[in-house]
């Protein structure tokens, strides 16, 4: 499988390491050689089976316009642009392009999700209240992260609760989320910390092996089981 990778950031060049071991080929593209998706023709990018994307909100946004009108594969780590969601599912489902995009890419975090719709669901009525705690390195953009959006809808949902998420940027902090219920008498904490961007780098790069042969709009959330 021949793999394109958008973005060179530490994310991004981990993806195409990940990718290689596999047994893939790779090839890169930075920001500055992908301005406003411009290194995204038709002749260059004819020679790609999947395109995995860890750039920004906005350059994701303008790569997905360019390659899913012409029916190719996304998959997109990228966060903080899902407020474009409908239109990009849209537009891969009327080029019968392939798009599978996730807030987080670890397996890991998917079962921490899980987890924290049974806490949701289990403490709804008990007195509890729930918070989400997030930490991320100082350069991340979107905040709160699409991780921690993702836990407090899942409490939300499975409990009725409105769950407050508080935020937090330091360093080169890969990422820590936790799930927070307390009562008058007691507290449950639910905890994912990334000890690396490799747990992101291989769901990528696995989510990218199993769309290479789909086409259709998935969230990593629903198929990373199938993986």
Known sequence: MRVLVLGAGKTGKLVAEVAAEHGHGVHVLDAKENKDAAALTPPFVAGFDVVIDFTTPDAAVQNMRARLATGAKMVIGT???????????????????????????????????????????????????????????????DAPSGTAISLAHAVEDASGHTVPIAVNREGDETGTHLVIATSTADRITLTHEAFSRRTFAEGAVRAAEWLSTRSGCYNFQDVFQQL
Do not use: C
């Open 79 to 141: 966060t903080g642009w899902y407020d474009k969601l409908p239109d990009m599912r849209g537009l891969a489902e009327r080029k019968g392009a392939g798009l599978l995009y996730g807030t987080n890419f670890s397996v890991g975090v998917q079962v921490m999700l899980q987890a924290a719709a049974d806490i949701g669901a289990a403490l709804k009525d008990a007195g509890y209240g729930f918070a989400i705690q997030e930490t991320h390195h100082a350069t991340k953009l």
